[in-house]
Structures are given as C-alpha cells and as structure tokens.
C-alpha cells in the first residue's frame, strides 16, 4: 500500500511540473515578439539572440505588390560619384565579389529585376539633383529614381521639382510599414507633404547617424561600468554621461596643456551641441499639429536643454574637440586613430566612423545612443547628417512605374541589405558583442531629423555649434538677435512648400 501511495505521490508531483512548465512557455510565447516598451527599446528579456531569433529579425509581412512584366524597360537611376568605392554609396552593381553589402545590393536588384522584368540602370554624377534639375526643367525624363544627400535634394523640393510621396502609386500606401524610415515621414511631412525617402533601400543615411561609443580595457583600467544597463534602465543621461567622463583626464606629456597628446573620458567636436540638443528630443524647428513648421528652439524645456549642453560642451574639462586637433591631414581619421590608442574613454560620433576606421581596433569598444537629457525622458534621440542618401522621384516621371518598382526596392532591401548590414556591423570585427545589436537597434529605430537644420533655416542650423566655439553660453541674447531673420526664413520656406 506504501508503495502504491509513493508511486501516486510521484506522480502527482511530476503532473504539477508539467503543468507549471506549460504555463511558463506558453508565456513566454506571448510575451516573445520583440515588444516595445515604454522607453522605445526592445525588452532585454527578448532581446534576439540565437540563430533562429536573428533570421527572425528580418522576416517581413507579405506584401501584396502586382508583378507586371515590363518586357525589358530600364529604370534610371542617378546617384552620386563614388570615387573610394565605399560599398554603402551604391546603389547597384554589375556583380557580386564576395563583399557582403555589395552582394546584397547585387541579389536585392537581381530579384527586382527578374521580378518585373526591367533592367536598373546606374548612372553617377558629382552633382546628380542638379542634372536632374537640368533634365526635369527641360521637360526631359531621363531619370526615374534620385539618390542624392538632402543638402542637395531640399533645393528640389522648394522649386516643385519632385514628386509628392504621398501621391506616388504603390509608395503612398506603404510609407507607414517598416522597409521605409518613419521619423523622415514624422518630422519632414510638411504641409502633409513628404519629396523624399529613406530606409531599408539606403544605406547611407544610417550611416551618417550619431551615436557614443566607448572603450572596453579603458572601463576595466579605470573601474567603470559599461554603460549597457543604463541605456536600458533609461538612466543614460546627460548627468550619467558626465559623472563617468569627467575626473578621467590625464596631462600624459606633462606640459601643463591638456591637447590631443593626452587622456579624455570625451572625445566630442563642436557639434556634439546639436547632436546632444536634438538626442535631447528637442528641435530648432518642429511641425505643430497642423503640419506648419514653426519655430520651437526657445521653448521652456529647449531652453533647459541648451544651458546644460552649452555649459557641458564649452567646459574646458569636459571634453576635448577633435576639431582642435593640429598637423594632421584629415582631422576625423586621425580623430579615429587616437581613440584606438586607449587615451579616450569614450568618443561622440557619426557610426560612419565604425566600420571604416574601427575594424582593427585592438581593444574591445562598444556601442551607445546619445545621451537623453534626463529619466523623465521617454525616448532616446538620433541626430541624423542631412549629408547621407535618401531617395526622391522627379515631378514628371511615370509615378506608375517608379513608383512600383522603388516600392519593391525598398520592401527586397529589407531582407537583404539591412540583414548584410546588420552582419558587416556585428560579425566582421567590428563590433564584438551581444548587446552591440540591441543598441543598433535603438540608435538607427529612434531617429530624428530637424526641418531648422535639414532646410538651412536662417543660421539655427549652425547656433549652437557656433556658440560652443565662442565658449559662448547666453544662448537666450544670442537667440533675441537672430529670431526675426529666422522666422522671415522660416516664412519663406513655408511659402515655397505651399506652393507646392
């Protein structure tokens, strides 16, 4: 009888494991999908990791785009020179060479073409939108598809030269899924109007993304932290970031000077201001509810965020600007060598700097999103270079066609760009650890672009960076003399639109 009751105990026991084990997957599976929480950042406990998890990653809700065979037309596309052969420029190739980002591009076009049988035609210039603009003003229609930097696209825009996204077949529909960038379609629909695009179809505009990054044996040396946890806690802070910068700095040579010979917990540049000010979640110029832009650089909140930048940014102590370095041709490569010599804790900077001149970094370095201002912050903030690629279609072109054959472009680049991207970035030396993609992910999903400084708005764009250089920190004088010029510049801008 004993033995009846032990084996009905055991039994009993092992049912309850059973079923608690049930429970714990079956919540796990719903709690699975890279949810987003309140900070914008995926949940570390889902944080993708495995094999199955990162193929996952990049898969994609099918599309319901019509494959119509166009019996062997070209589509034109007029992008810019690309004299040092740096794979995330191009926009096609004639074939792969083992590179990865020149392979995707390569199937990612071949698929396209193949698709709706078309050949994607090439074509580079120096100065590509001001060939276009030649071309659309004289009623030609050479080119279906511009890549082009926004310095240079804006001007396009403001002449009426390009079409209206929100008008363009297939595109217009789309413009709210994932495959295209939805903080350009956020901040830039102005006047419910948006003439360029960006995402999974470029490259270059992730690139030309701010972001810190820090080295690992400096941490280890010195006793800090990686700042991981912070970012996720939500407490990567203006205030975080100085208290582990600061006390860091070493006159190595001994002359008295502290330069570009000695030991930084900061490497920055004078526009760490505007990048800050904007990680900060502020803008020179913002759309009100409405869809107008209007000046927003001297709203309480802005004004808060600015004095603390400026007194950070101009505090000799604080951080050294790679803009003072001496003797040296290119300032910013040299910038790059010097953090690889383990003098500088942790360096601010546009990622473009990371696969070109970090590859062979002996030490470990990791990678962070710009500092928030403070915890009651909700979001971190990507400030954006208008100087990378984004795509724009001429007014006269056959919106039909380009409009279906671009939406494509950006849906396929989805799975094969943005996952070769992702790889060259995490497994080819560059960056060398697990919690480098969860900050990708943060960094290039929470971006910002600000009409003030995308559209040269009087001189907001270059305010704070001109102030950090005067050591100049009355931002609100400062301000009171420019304010009238640049709200006559933001009228006129927003006229330009209107006509439109």
């Given at each position: 009888?004993?033995?009846?009751?032990?084996?009905?105990?055991?039994?009993?026991?092992?049912?309850?494991?059973?079923?608690?084990?049930?429970?714990?997957?079956?919540?796990?599976?719903?709690?699975?999908?890279?949810?987003?929480?309140?900070?914008?950042?995926?949940?570390?406990?889902?944080?993708?990791?495995?094999?199955?998890?990162?193929?996952?990653?990049?898969?994609?809700?099918?599309?319901?785009?019509?494959?119509?065979?166009?019996?062997?037309?070209?589509?034109?596309?007029?992008?810019?020179?690309?004299?040092?052969?740096?794979?995330?420029?191009?926009?096609?190739?004639?074939?792969?060479?083992?590179?990865?980002?020149?392979?995707?591009?390569?199937?990612?076009?071949?698929?396209?073409?193949?698709?709706?049988?078309?050949?994607?035609?090439?074509?580079?210039?120096?100065?590509?939108?001001?060939?276009?603009?030649?071309?659309?003003?004289?009623?030609?229609?050479?080119?279906?598809?511009?890549?082009?930097?926004?310095?240079?696209?804006?001007?396009?825009?403001?002449?009426?030269?390009?079409?209206?996204?929100?008008?363009?077949?297939?595109?217009?529909?789309?413009?709210?899924?994932?495959?295209?960038?939805?903080?350009?379609?956020?901040?830039?629909?102005?006047?419910?109007?948006?003439?360029?695009?960006?995402?999974?179809?470029?490259?270059?505009?992730?690139?030309?993304?701010?972001?810190?990054?820090?080295?690992?044996?400096?941490?280890?040396?010195?006793?800090?932290?990686?700042?991981?946890?912070?970012?996720?806690?939500?407490?990567?802070?203006?205030?975080?970031?100085?208290?582990?910068?600061?006390g860091i700095n070493r006159d190595l040579?001994?002359?008295?000077?502290?330069?570009?010979?000695?030991?930084?917990?900061?490497?920055?540049?004078?526009?760490?201001?505007?990048?800050?000010?904007?990680?900060?979640?502020?803008?020179?110029?913002?759309?009100?509810?409405?869809?107008?832009?209007?000046?927003?650089?001297?709203?309480?909140?802005?004004?808060?965020?600015?004095?603390?930048?400026?007194?950070?940014?101009?505090?000799?102590?604080?951080?050294?600007?790679?803009?003072?370095?001496?003797?040296?041709?290119?300032?910013?490569?040299?910038?790059?060598?010097?953090?690889?010599?383990?003098?500088?804790?942790?360096?601010?900077?546009?990622?473009?700097?990371?696969?070109?001149?970090?590859?062979?970094?002996?030490?470990?370095?990791?990678?962070?999103?710009?500092?928030?201002?403070?915890?009651?912050?909700?979001?971190?903030?990507?400030?954006?270079?208008?100087?990378?690629?984004?795509?724009?279609i001429p007014m006269?072109?056959?919106?039909?066609?380009?409009?279906?054959?671009?939406?494509?472009?950006?849906?396929?680049?989805?799975?094969?760009?943005?996952?070769?991207?992702?790889?060259?970035?995490?497994?080819?030396?560059?960056?060398?650890?697990?919690?480098?993609?969860?900050?990708?992910?943060?960094?290039?999903?929470?971006?910002?672009?600000?009409?003030?400084?995308?559209?040269?708005?009087?001189?907001?764009?270059?305010?704070?960076?001109?102030?950090?250089?005067?050591?100049?920190?009355?931002?609100?004088?400062?301000?009171?003399?420019?304010?009238?010029?640049?709200?006559?510049?933001?009228?006129?801008?927003?006229?330009?639109?209107?006509?439109?």
């Open positions: 009888m004993r033995k009846l009751f032990l084996v009905f105990l055991i039994m009993t026991m092992f049912m309850l494991l059973l079923i608690s084990s049930c429970a714990n997957n079956t919540g796990n599976t719903n709690d699975g999908e890279n949810k987003v929480v309140s900070d914008g950042l995926a949940d570390t406990d889902d944080n993708l990791s495995g094999a199955d998890s990162k193929a996952n990653k990049w898969e994609q809700e099918p599309h319901n785009l019509p494959e119509i065979d166009f019996n062997g037309r070209k589509f034109n596309v007029i992008t810019i020179e690309n004299p040092d052969n740096r794979v995330y420029n191009y926009f096609a190739v004639e074939e792969q060479n083992g590179d990865p980002i020149i392979d995707a591009i390569y199937k990612r076009n071949l698929a396209i073409e193949e698709r709706y049988n078309i050949t994607i035609s090439q074509i580079t210039a120096a100065d590509p939108s001001g060939i276009a603009r030649k071309n659309i003003l004289a009623g030609d229609n050479n080119y279906d598809l511009i890549v082009d930097t926004i310095f240079s696209i804006r001007g396009l825009a403001s002449q009426s030269l390009l079409s209206d996204l929100y008008n363009v077949p297939y595109i217009k529909d789309n413009l709210g899924k994932p495959w295209w960038d939805q903080a350009l379609k956020r901040d830039l629909s102005i006047n419910k109007k948006v003439f360029f695009g960006a995402g999974n179809i470029v490259l270059k505009d992730k690139l030309r993304s701010v972001c810190l990054y820090f080295n690992k044996d400096m941490c280890k040396e010195i006793g800090v932290d990686y700042p991981y946890q912070y970012v996720y806690d939500g407490t990567w802070t203006i205030d975080k970031f100085m208290e582990i910068t600061k040579d001994g002359n008295g000077v502290m330069d570009q010979y000695d030991q930084w917990g900061l490497m920055g540049e004078y526009g760490f201001a505007i990048m800050a000010f904007q990680g900060s979640g502020e803008k020179s110029v913002s759309l009100n509810s409405d869809g107008v832009p209007e000046i927003t650089m001297n709203t309480p909140r802005a004004l808060d965020v600015i004095q603390k930048i400026l007194d950070f940014a101009t505090d000799p102590t604080a951080m050294f600007h790679a803009d003072t370095i001496k003797g040296v041709d290119n300032i910013w490569l040299t910038a790059s060598a010097y953090f690889q010599e383990n003098r500088f804790l942790m360096r601010s900077s546009l990622f473009e700097a990371i696969p070109r001149d970090l590859r062979a970094m002996p030490a470990d370095f990791g990678v962070l999103p710009m500092v928030k201002f403070n915890e009651q912050q909700e979001n971190y903030y990507t400030y954006v270079s208008a100087d990378g690629l984004f795509i724009c006269n072109a056959d919106t039909e066609y380009v409009g279906l054959i671009t939406e494509a472009l950006a849906y396929e680049s989805g799975t094969t760009l943005m996952p070769a991207f992702y790889d060259l970035c995490l497994t080819s030396k560059v960056l060398r650890d697990d919690e480098s993609e969860g900050m990708l992910d943060i960094i290039f999903n929470n971006r910002v672009y600000d009409i003030g400084y995308i559209y040269g708005i009087g001189s907001l764009p270059n305010l704070l960076t001109d102030m950090v250089i005067a050591k100049n920190t009355d931002f609100v004088s400062r301000f009171e003399r420019i304010q009238g010029a640049a709200q006559g510049a933001l009228e006129k801008f927003i006229d330009s639109y209107d006509k439109n």
